[in-house]
């Protein structure tokens, strides 16, 4: 089981690309537990994650996620925006397990 966290402003506009990416598994036989929350939420959440995708919207804070990324041992990376804006679950799931498995 993979463990992926998204972050974004409120956790609001990832839940759709949560649903996608799940889809997505699905159809390759991936087990996967997506779950999509808010920015202030997130440092707390990675103890849980096997990997941090940000928003693109919130690149700006990607070395503040960083520091505690790398004290939970976990890798992290921003959404590709137009993987975003597609809402190409495929792309990110794809992504999701990359970082994860380096």
Do not use: H
């Amino acid at each position: 089981m993979k463990n992926i966290l998204l972050a974004c402003s409120s956790g609001m506009s990832t839940s759709l690309l949560v649903s996608k990416m799940e889809e997505a598994a699905k159809a390759e036989g991936i087990e996967v537990n997506i779950w999509a929350v808010g920015q202030d939420k997130a440092p707390t959440e990675m103890e849980k994650a096997d990997v941090l995708l940000i928003g693109p919207q919130m690149r700006f804070m990607k070395k503040k996620f960083a520091k505690v990324a790398d004290e939970v041992g976990i890798p992290l990376d921003v959404i590709d925006p137009v993987a975003y804006g597609r809402v190409d679950g495929k792309a990110v799931l794809k992504k999701a397990i990359e970082l994860i498995n380096k």
